[in-house]
């Protein structure tokens, strides 16, 4: 599901990638990085809220190294500055 989401996201089916990263994610060694695609999509479709959503719900994920907790962090604070501008 994971790499049929990479696929539907160069082809620009947002939606569809969206839904295969959720699939994807159930995996709790890929519920991380897959929050973070979600996140990045909903940026994309112009979405900040359920961008931070998503990467929010990628910080609580049980298993995450530690360079993806931080570029969820980094993803989240460029979200909260782009909304106070």
Known sequence: HYDLGVAYREMGLLADAI?????????????????????MIHLQMGDVDRAIDAWIKGLHAAEKTREQELALLYELGNAYESRSA
């Open 19 to 39: 839904h295969e990263f959720e699939l994807a994610g159930r995996d709790p060694s890929r519920e991380c990085v897959c929050q973070s695609m979600v996140g």
